[in-house]
Nanobody, 128 residues
Framework: QVQLVESGGGLVRTGGSLTLSCALS?????????MAWFRQTPGKEREFVAV????????DYSRSVKGRFTVSKDDAKSVFTLQMKELQPDDTAIYYC????????????????????WGQGTQVTVAS
């Protein structure tokens, strides 16, 4: 059974940086999955943040984080990473990584229902 475990969240000041990691464990390496980061704050819907295609070639970001966040997938280590810089208070949320055994290796999957494997989340708090 595939499991995802996020780490790297914490408290940071405005303008600071954090790197989130998502370790994938199980019988299938991350090269078999498209992976994404989502985030959610209380009272709001889950929001797409960043995605990488199953083959690791394509990436995409939400408009609010583009240029500040960088997503990557290390299939040799089965680790999925989100590097975040220039953090703002609006980035405060619980961040979740998600995996999808995508049929299409070169497609980007941007929607939550596309993913059937989720981590438990890691809290990111940006203080003003």
């Amino acid at each position: 059974q595939v499991q995802l475990v996020e780490s790297g969240g914490g408290l940071v000041r405005t303008g600071g940086s954090l790197t989130l990691s998502c370790a994938l464990s199980g019988e299938r390496p991350s090269g078999n999955f498209a992976m994404a980061w989502f985030r959610q704050t209380p009272g709001k819907e889950r929001e797409f943040v960043a995605v990488v295609s199953r083959n690791g070639v394509l990436t995409d970001y939400s408009r609010s984080v583009k240029g500040r966040f960088t997503v990557s997938k290390d299939d040799a280590k089965s680790v999925f990473t989100l590097q975040m810089k220039e953090l703002q208070p609006d980035d405060t949320a619980i961040y979740y990584c998600a995996a999808s055994p995508a049929i299409n290796a070169g497609r980007l999957y941007l929607n939550g229902p596309d993913y059937n494997i989720w981590g438990q989340g890691t809290q990111v708090t940006v203080a003003s």
